[in-house]
């Protein structure tokens, strides 16, 4: 597994390679968001170990130009208060972040969480293809279509349609749908569901724009129905 390491302290930077490496991790180090965002271009790395003061673009920004062509799991490293907000608010589309001063042991430690959270294996419990309503889903595959069309999803888009799908009409809460991406609940993740169902609908209508599947149930959560 190769961790991309992107940070300007040298020490920082240092402890982190060393308790990776000794967990058995491949390790990059960069010091400059850009040549972040050129490295993932290039090869992908498993996973980012991102600073958000950066001398040159902002973590922040890393991330968000990022995922317009990555779905590369992001841990954060945070300085400050203010900018756990930010980070916790998600819009970016980070996966976890850590405020410094941190230990090296407990962040090498929440990279394996992430790594098995977001394993092909880990997408679906079940690998049969879901079909529903003109929804025809395969877990395995990671590969959807919707009337006959195939859809593009992010990571996050992808789990949280194979878990509606998965029982259909059933009302899942933020919580629950948070469970099934695998990510721990608090309020920051519970928006941040909101704007990944969001975006998911924008895709559907796409599609077809005469039909919204996803239903909002208000105060309740989401589910999913195609009958009339
Ligand atoms: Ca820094």
Known sequence: MHI????DEAAIADTLIYALQS??????WLALG??????????EPDLLILDVGL?????????????RFSEVPVIFLTARDGEI???VGLEIGADDYVVKPFSPREVAARVKVILKRVAPRDVSNSAAVLRYFGFELDPKRVQVHYLGQPLS?????FKLLNVLLDQPERVFSREQLLDGLG???????ERNIDSHIKSLRAKLRQINASHDPIQT????GYSLKCGR
């Open 4 to 7: 991309l390491i992107v940070e």
């Open 85 to 87: 907000d930010r980070v």
């Open 34 to 43: 850009q040549a972040a965002l050129e490295s993932v271009r290039q090869a």
């Open 183 to 189: 990510i721990a609940a608090d309020a920051g993740y």
């Open 153 to 157: 999803l992010t990571r996050h888009e």
């Open 23 to 28: 967990e058995g991790f491949t390790t990059t």
């Open 217 to 220: 149930h208000r105060g309740l």
């Open 55 to 67: 001398p040159d673009i902002s973590g922040f920004e890393v991330c968000k130009q990022l995922r």
